[in-house]
């Protein structure tokens, strides 16, 4: 089993900065592809930025130069930092991960979601 545990949701004015933290634990062998997923209310949850394990990213079109994605491998933690938010950005925010775990079974994961609204 491995647990994903989201923070740093919260309320910011447009033009704010918010940083997202993700941290995995459990039965860890590897953990390869790191993302953030958002849901906003009345969408679909999409695909916002994912880092490799090598430390290659990819991010949303809207997202870019804006949001920076980044993970700490010797804590099984990926973070995304969020610049220049805007009301746009308001949605429900999702870790995921896949890997290993230490009996090889292949595990993808999720986490319980935090909420971020960006709203003067």
């Known amino acids: 089993q491995v647990q994903l545990v989201e923070s740093g949701g919260g309320l910011v004015q447009p033009g704010g900065s918010l940083r997202l933290s993700c941290a995995a634990s459990g039965s860890i062998f590897s953990i390869n592809a790191m993302a953030w997923y958002r849901q906003a209310p009345g969408k679909q949850r999409e695909l916002v930025a994912a880092i490799t394990s090598g430390g290659s990213t990819n991010y949303l079109d809207s997202v870019k130069g804006r949001f920076s994605i980044s993970r700490d491998n010797a804590k099984n933690t990926v973070y995304l930092q969020m610049n220049s938010l805007k009301p746009e950005d308001t949605a429900v925010y999702y870790c995921?991960?896949?890997?290993?775990?230490?009996?090889?079974?292949?595990?993808?994961?999720w986490g319980q979601g935090t909420q971020v609204i960006v709203s003067s």
């Open positions: 995921n991960a896949e890997g290993a775990t230490m009996t090889m079974v292949d595990f993808g994961s």
